[in-house]
């Protein structure tokens, strides 16, 4: 516990004490040196007397003295007499300043005390407590209306976190368990024969592919959310296209073609690494869904101080309900007739990482799809001039 003279409540009172004890010092100080401006005073002594006396005579022991020397006497105990009062009045204004002080110091610091008993009794483990200080709208009122958005911040963070580390577990489960059951009933028995090693084998090779693949997809999303992370200035179109090259030959193993519209010189500012993780994500899942044969395009292009990247597939297409939770982490919807996309083992992160990648850049994601019609995914990142507006409606990819 912190020394008694070094609390704000202390502080404040010797500070409103203070400052009303000088007050009153400088009022008393002027009011006395009125006074003794305006009278007429001098000392008052035996010898004084006797060199105002008319002809050296005495009355008893009381010299006889002129009047302006009586109000001479009467000024000099008038002064006194206001300096004794005056000091006595300050002595009896330093104490109840003080203690006034006190009382409207512990007024102005209930609020604070109130936020810190409330910070006090929340754990990290439930953040669902708020302060929700009353009163007048002051610095102290919108102290607490801050930490209570921290707080709903924090909170909705860590819940973030529970869910993501609850289904990242829950994805890891499903290989693991595959791996060990292949390697307990095939590999490891002297009784299965070659094709099953050679199924199993393939199996765990699978299972292996789909961890890898979780794997850096976590951690593609936690390398974008480290504090030591820098951007700089990059060419979207560049970027895209370099994406473009890494899925050249899955494309062409399925026949398809990556067809690139790409305008040159689209700067912006961000990571060259995240913004190409960014599309070719979109990539992936395009050559991925696309039919056989079919024509996947890259474009990229600036429009109102905004640079875009789109791609569009002519895939299996998202309904209406699903097209908001598309970019939920974890979320595996079912590709058009009905067939689920579990079948392509992706881990349900990409375009989840690919919203947080655009949104870290200050962009956003926008979806155009319909089933049976394929689906068009655009990046809006503000350019490197900055964006004259909101972000522009339709979908640009002619």
């Not at 007048?136 to 909705?156: C, I, N, W």
């Not at 473009?244 to 062409?252: D, H, I, R, S």
């Not at 979806?367 to 507006?389: D, H, K, Y």
């Amino acid at each position: 516990m912190r020394p008694f003279v070094q609390t704000i409540r202390f502080r404040l009172t010797v500070l409103y004490s203070g400052l009303l004890i000088v007050a009153a010092a400088l009022v008393l100080g002027a009011i006395y040196f009125a006074v003794s401006k305006s009278t007429e005073q001098r000392p008052y002594t035996v010898e004084y007397a006797k060199a105002q006396t008319r002809s050296g005579q005495y009355l008893g022991k009381i010299p006889v003295v002129q009047v302006e020397e009586v109000e001479n006497a009467v000024n000099v105990r008038t002064l006194e007499t206001l300096r004794n009062y005056s000091l006595a009045t300050l002595a009896g204004l330093f104490l109840a300043a003080l203690a006034i002080g006190w009382v409207l110091a512990g007024r102005a610091l209930r609020p604070i005390r109130s936020i810190t008993r409330t910070a006090a009794e929340i754990q990290a483990t439930d953040l669902a407590r708020r302060i929700n200080l009353a009163g007048p709208r002051d610095e102290l009122r919108d102290l607490a209306d801050t930490v209570d958005t921290m707080l709903g911040r924090l909170e909705d963070a860590f819940r973030a976190q529970r869910q993501l580390i609850d289904d990242a577990s829950h994805e890891l489960r499903s290989p693991l368990a595959i791996i060990r059951a292949n390697l307990d009933a095939v590999l490891t028995a002297p009784e299965a024969t070659e094709a099953e090693r050679a199924r199993a084998v393939v199996i765990v090779d699978r299972a292996t592919t789909r961890m890898t693949r979780l794997v850096e997809d976590l951690l593609a999303s936690a390398r974008r959310q480290a504090p030591a992370f820098v951007d700089a200035d990059v060419d979207l179109a560049v970027i895209a296209n370099e994406a473009c090259e890494e899925f050249a030959a899955p494309a062409a193993g399925r026949a398809l073609t990556l067809h690139r519209l790409l305008q040159p010189g689209l700067a912006t500012v961000g990571d060259h690494d995240a913004l190409r993780r960014a599309i070719g994500n979109l990539i992936s899942n395009a050559v991925r869904l696309a039919p056989a044969g079919s024509v996947v395009t890259v474009a990229a292009g600036e429009r109102d101080g905004w640079v875009w990247a789109a791609v569009r597939d002519a895939g299996p297409g998202i309904a209406a309900d699903d097209r908001e939770r598309v970019f939920d982490r974890f979320w595996r919807g079912h590709a058009g007739g009905g067939v689920s996309s579990r079948r392509d083992r992706h881990t349900g992160l990409g375009l989840a990482i690919v919203r947080q990648i655009v949104e870290s850049h200050g962009g956003q994601v926008r979806l155009f799809s319909e089933l049976g019609t394929g689906s068009t995914f655009v990046l809006w990142l503000p350019g490197r001039a900055g964006p004259s507006g909101q972000v522009p409606d339709g979908d640009p990819v002619v």
